[in-house]
């Protein structure tokens, strides 16, 4: 399978509890994005990376999550000191840059994480 | 961004073609606009994009109004497996999408 991978699939934790999510993107794909999904709501996005470059972070990263992709490849989201609002489905998605006004995503199928 | 708007919910009976509307009326020159589907519990699949003409794949059919003020996807032959929440997205740089509610597409036998 070349698409987008991620792991797990699924965490459940305690409150207070660090958790870290992996995203594997389509290998030749030089952006990734994190987006966050609760339920009934549409994705939201949270970070993107360009290469190993984190560009853009919305106001929705407090500072207890953190995202590192350290070699312009797979990429880590570490949330630190779950609380129970961030239970949610965690998105990765992929992109080879086109320019500046194309830009097809491709998307994992997520990380539910629940805590407890 | 522009701001996108769709109705929350439609049926279609099987075999018939699903059109699915967006309004999208402050999009400006350069912003692409892009269709999406979520299936329950995975991930978001990309169906169609397109910026000035319609455009046409395996999946369906996008129609953007000359205006560009709004754009319908057509599913041509709507079938079981097409149950899902439809996103329609406007986008015209290269951060992430804003998705809104989108539009829940229910199949009927």
């Known amino acids: 399978d070349t698409g987008v991978s991620q792991d797990p699939r699924h965490k459940i934790t305690k409150r207070g509890q660090n958790v870290t999510f992996r995203c594997d993107p389509i290998?030749?794909?030089?952006?990734l994005y994190w987006y966050r999904q609760t339920l009934g709501q549409g994705p939201e996005f949270l970070t993107y990376f360009q290469n190993e470059a984190q560009l853009e972070k919305s106001r929705l990263l407090s500072d207890r999550f953190s995202a590192e992709r350290p070699k312009g490849s797979f990429s880590t989201l570490e949330i630190q000191r779950t609380e129970q609002g961030d239970s949610a489905m965690y998105l990765c998605?992929?992109?080879?840059?086109?320019?500046?006004?194309?830009?097809?995503?491709?998307f994992g199928p997520g990380t539910r994480l629940t805590v407890l | 961004d522009a701001k996108t708007t769709q109705p929350t919910s439609m049926d279609c009976a099987e075999g018939r073609a699903a059109n699915l509307p967006c309004n999208h009326s402050?999009?400006?020159?350069?912003?692409?606009v892009y269709w999406y589907r979520q299936i329950h519990s995975q991930g978001p699949q990309y169906i169609i994009h397109g910026l000035k003409n319609n455009e046409t794949n395996e999946m369906a059919s996008l129609i953007i109004t000359e205006d560009r003020k709004s754009s319908t996807l057509i599913l041509p032959h709507a079938t079981l497996r097409d149950t899902a929440v439809y996103y329609c997205?406007?986008?015209?740089?290269?951060?992430?999408?804003?998705f809104g509610t989108g539009t829940r597409l229910k199949v009927l036998a």
């Open positions: 290998s030749e794909h030089n952006r």
């Open positions: 997205i406007v986008r015209a740089t290269q951060v992430g999408y804003i």
């Open positions: 402050t999009i400006s020159g350069n912003e692409y």
């Open positions: 998605a992929s992109s080879l840059a086109r320019g500046i006004f194309y830009n097809e995503q491709f």
